[in-house]
């Protein structure tokens, strides 16, 4: 066994540090000793090094599986960067071809190669573990271990191979890493390795330099963003998002406003990743915009701000992802958006999925709505998700603890809940004791016959909103425990059967209220129709209308004159912001407007705030490009929409807005094929003559021998025609 004295030394020789962080030194005396070991160690807290140093130091080639070709090569890179020799370490995936490969293996057939990073799918490969099996295996190191279990944040099939694998390639000690794990988790973990008796080596989930926040998700979450970034001007900063095109949108809105930012998803080419990935590093760009694949293994110790533009799917994701920030110890600020919407959506994708998936998917999604929406100290609930005690009351760090809500007396709430779950026997989940106590006949509840109990609906009484936040904080308390492994039943503990037999008072704060729908809500929106000044741009669209001798409808629809009589845009770039306003139409029709805007601003001394005035890129969804491209190539409206699989209505549905926010686009093309010239002519001249471009309207003036459909294509023709 090495001595301290000699462990500090090459600690020192390889990486240039004098001492060791938290439990670095007694996890790698473990492995040294040949010994199975549990790491569960935060984000930042030094995983890497846990097996890195005693690969250095034992005899033969330690294996580490890793699910991320990135971050495989950025490890290696660093390793090979400590020694002046050639192969100290190698990878092995996917993306090598046949003449890497070979070097490879005879870098460890030679013994020079002390670390092989090897992923799930390469490790379990029939030729790999022949190879390997005529290798001297020093340990197996098990990286970012959550990926075992269907409770962890991601869950990669390939993971629960490994020990059948192991056991083909030949015996070695095995050192699981994770950096966030639930009790159920790190149990799923230490079975699945067959390391079930392996000594835990558990780091605190706290990180007192990490700022908690969630925020409503606004319908102005872009400006929102946009001014926080701007505020910390030059600090680096990840944005993620659930969607790969709401990464690329993100991204495109953030560089028109002078930001910094690239997108990193998985659908972007490696090479593309690779060098934002770089960029971010040496600083030549501040914000990355991401999908979850961004970030595992990302070493930069700066990152100042994490912003998730959607809630994520669970609390461990959340904590990890957070986790990248603030890593040096020093600022790191978390900001969330949250909409009960975007629950509704996670909820959605998980469909077609197992019946055990789908189960497992939505406790996790409820999990982090009750961290969402809780007014208790954030840290205390992230903690005690991960089996921590925080002992404080108030963390000083977080939004909820810097402006706390007053606290108000549960002691009967309470007392009903925990009389309520004896009563059905300890047996149900959350959702359904509120149902119980509030004296719901559902189905579920009827069919148990629960509704006949004498505690079904004891809280009739009190206010509903009272019975989350109750739970919430029962369970923090420990007056109540989550059987997770048995669908997050709720059990009562000894100290809750204690508070039945003598209760005391029991404060709580109640939880916080989120619109359910972001369009409803603009952030400090204060901002209402200025009615003299709609007047006036109705008057100047009359005006432009009778000289360009066209309904005034073609120069700018009401929803677009609403909306430039409440954000006041005075130049054609942040007209161009307003809703039914392109390029061509800002362009064409778009100065007289704006400068009517500047004048009545300065003549009543209307301040337009700075941060209003937020740059947009248009957004041509894949789908608009497309049709647009196969209209220029003069493919047939019908077919186009066979080959997006929409139908016709839909189609005409896109096409519309394409020419309503400016585009133009021909499509006499297909009306010569569908359409009898006279109708085309005679629909025409109706838009001509129309002040409205109302459907319903023109269907009666024109009558029934002329169709919806043809309507609707005429009216495209016209607008694109004329007011493009």
């Not at 001492?19 to 199975?36: P, R, T, V, W, Y």
């Not at 988790?185 to 007192?208: C, H, M, Q, W, Y």
């Not at 890129?617 to 209209?631: E, F, N, Q």
């Amino acid at each position: 066994m090495a001595s301290k004295k000699e462990l500090t030394t090459k600690l020192k020789h390889y990486f240039g540090f004098d001492k060791f962080k938290g439990d670095q030194e007694a996890i790698i005396k473990n492995l040294l000793a040949g010994k199975n070991a549990f790491v569960l160690m935060p984000t930042g807290g030094g995983k890497s090094l846990c097996y890195q140093l005693p690969s250095l130091m034992m005899e033969g080639t330690a294996i580490v599986i890793s699910p991320l070709i990135a971050l495989m090569k950025n490890q290696v890179d660093v390793i090979n960067g400590l020694s002046e020799e050639e192969g100290i370490a190698h990878y092995l995936n996917s993306s090598l071809n046949k003449a890497a490969i070979q070097q490879v293996m005879d870098d460890v057939k030679s013994g020079r190669t002390k670390l092989l990073y090897v992923a799930p799918e390469s490790l379990n490969k029939d030729e790999n573990v022949a190879f390997l099996q005529g290798v001297k295996i020093s340990f197996y190191a098990v990286d970012e271990a959550h990926c075992i279990s269907e409770w962890g944040h991601d869950f990669r099939p390939e993971y629960r191979n490994i020990r059948p694998t192991i056991n083909r390639i030949g015996d070695a000690p095995v050192i699981a890493l994770t950096a966030t794990a639930t009790d159920k988790v790190r149990t799923d973990i230490k079975k699945s390795l067959g390391i079930i008796d392996a000594p835990e080596f558990k780091s605190s989930f706290n990180r007192p330099n990490l700022y908690y926040e969630v925020r409503q998700k606004a319908k102005d979450i872009d400006k929102q963003i946009i001014r926080f970034i701007k505020q910390h001007s030059g600090k680096s900063g990840i944005v993620y998002c659930l969607s790969r095109k709401k990464v690329e949108e993100l991204a495109a809105v953030l560089q028109a406003n002078d930001i910094k930012a690239a997108p990193y998803h998985a659908g972007l080419d490696s090479q593309r990743r690779s060098e934002t990935q770089d960029d971010f590093l040496m600083e030549r760009i501040d914000v990355i915009v991401a999908t979850i694949a961004f970030g595992m293994g990302i070493d930069k110790p700066d990152v100042r701000f994490v912003i998730h533009y959607d809630i994520p799917k669970s609390l461990e994701g959340y904590y990890q992802e957070t986790g990248r920030a603030g890593r040096d110890g020093g600022e790191g600020m978390c900001i969330t958006f949250y909409a009960n919407k975007d629950l509704q959506k996670l909820e959605k994708f998980m469909e077609g999925k197992s019946v055990a998936e789908q189960d497992i998917g939505r406790q996790l999604l409820q999990e982090t709505a009750a961290y969402a929406e809780s007014s208790v100290c954030r840290r205390k609930m992230l903690l005690h998700y991960f089996g921590e005690e925080y002992p404080k009351d108030n963390c000083e760090n977080c939004d909820n603890c810097l402006h706390p809500k007053e606290k108000r007396e549960a002691k009967d709430a309470l007392l009903i809940i925990l009389e309520a779950i004896i009563a059905v026997k300890e047996n149900f989940r959350q959702d359904y004791i509120v149902d119980f106590v509030c004296g719901r006949e559902t189905d579920d509840i009827t069919s148990h016959k629960h509704d006949q109990l004498e505690e079904f609906g004891a809280g009739e009484d009190l206010a509903e909103k009272i019975w989350n936040p109750t739970i919430r904080q029962a369970l923090i308390m420990g007056y109540l425990r989550k059987d997770v492994e048995n669908y997050g039943l709720l059990k009562v503990t000894a100290a809750g059967r204690r508070f039945l037999e003598s209760p005391h008072s029991f404060m709580i704060v109640e939880d916080k209220e989120f619109v359910n729908d972001e369009e409803e809500v603009v952030e400090g929106s204060g901002s209402a129709l200025d009615l003299p000044l709609l007047t006036m741009l109705r008057n100047l669209r009359k005006d432009v209308a009778a000289k360009k001798d066209l309904p005034a409808y073609v120069i700018f629809q009401d929803v677009s004159l609403d909306q430039m009589a409440t954000d006041y845009p005075v130049t054609l770039e942040e007209l161009q912001n307003i809703q039914g306003v392109g390029k061509g139409k800002a362009m064409r029709y778009g100065q007289p407007f704006c400068d009517l805007i500047k004048a009545y601003c300065e003549e009543n001394e209307i301040e337009r705030p700075e941060e209003m005035r937020v740059r947009t890129v248009a957004k041509k969804s894949m789908l608009k490009v497309t049709i647009i491209d196969k209209i220029d190539r003069r493919i047939a409206l019908d077919d186009i929409a066979n080959a997006q699989g929409l139908d016709f209505d839909d189609l005409l549905s896109e096409v519309e807005a394409i020419v309503y926010s400016g585009t133009r686009i021909n499509i006499d093309y297909f009306l010569d094929e569908v359409m009898d010239e006279e109708h085309v002519d005679d629909i025409y001249d109706y838009f001509c003559e129309s002040t409205t471009d109302d459907l319903q309207e023109a269907q009666n003036e024109l009558g029934p021998e002329y169709s919806e459909d043809e309507i609707r294509l005429v009216r495209i023709k016209f607008l694109s025609e004329m007011a493009n």
